[in-house]
């Protein structure tokens, strides 16, 4: 169970993965061993799956982001086509998604040039994938990992009031 001190922790780490136990202590006013025993027990539960750095995808030269859509043409091998896409580098996302395609890719690439050989060389090369849709993305206004965090009570879903019989009028 994730409790409101849990949820500070993980509010501050998801803020800055760089913040010392110390200062995350202070903040919370914890014991610093005790702030690191709950970090390790949201590691060791897989709450907190890992820390990463955040790089400026443009200063590594990848300045395209486009959303690949994927239809497969064999339903018995969709998760086996899943993990030959998640293994391509440019990938960063892979979903499997209801519809007519069967997932959706987020992938990152220098420009159109390369975006063309990633689908051709790449994706297409994969024998289960049927077809690709692509949308490229023109500018990003808001990109970001974090996750809302609130307290466990205030996630419930919140009842919908009955609604009195309303006498609707109709137009013809």
Known sequence: MIDETDLRILTILQQNARTSNAEIARQIEMAPSAVLERIRRLE???VI???ETRINPEAMGLGLVAFIFVASSDMSEEMKTAEQLARIPEVQ????IAGEDCFVLKVRVPNA???????RERIGAIPTVR???TTVVLETVRESSLFPLRAPELAAVPEIPEVEDVALEVFP
């Open 49 to 51: 799956q890992g820390y």
């Open 131 to 133: 077809s690709t849709r």
């Open 113 to 119: 040039k390369s975006l063309g050989r990633l689908l």
């Open 93 to 96: 996302e892979v979903h499997h």
């Open 44 to 46: 060791s539960r897989g």
